[in-house]
């Protein structure tokens, strides 16, 4: 019996025992922002405030699998539901990407004054590399992504 996993990669999926202790970074893409200080030392940001404000992800993960790469090739577009949540201020605030999960069981918490959600994002495969230790039979992989 395979150990569920929250992360999707649609349409490749994710096999059972491929995906156990995954981990998973969301950092803001090159170019999120252009900061310069002025004359008097202030910092600033020149950049375009929405068309840079995308994400880049690294999942990685060892277990007894390897991930359903066969046929992913950089460029290939994937949906990803995220392992990895984000937050804002439940008054007032809203998600700013979509949610992960469905329609009656979304992928999100609330704790006090947040609410805490796994974003789904559409990405493009950048890299990505397979590793097999044979005799400890552990299957590593990581798979490097963009927001489109």
């Known amino acids: ?16 025992y491929s995906a156990r202790n995954i981990s998973q970074t969301l950092t803001p893409v090159d170019g999120a922002a252009q900061l310069a200080r002025t004359v008097n030392g202030e910092l600033i940001d020149l950049s375009d405030g929405s068309s840079y404000r995308k994400y880049k992800s690294t999942i990685s993960c060892t277990d007894q699998q390897q991930p359903a790469l066969s046929g992913v090739w950089p460029g290939m577009e994937l949906t990803v539901d995220c392992v990895v949540e984000l ?9 700013e990407r979509d949610v992960a999960g469905n329609t009656a069981d979304p992928a999100t918490r609330v704790e006090g004054d947040f609410t805490f959600y796994r974003p789904r994002l559409q990405m493009r495969v950048v890299n990505y590399q397979q ?3 044979e005799w400890d039979a552990d299957a590593a992989w990581s798979l490097d992504l963009e927001e489109i």
Do not use: E, F, K
């Open 87 to 95: 937050s804002y201020l439940t008054s007032g605030g809203s998600p």
């Open 131 to 133: 590793d097999l230790a």
């Open 1 to 16: 019996m395979s150990v569920p996993t929250d992360l999707r990669l649609d349409p490749i999926g994710v096999p059972p």
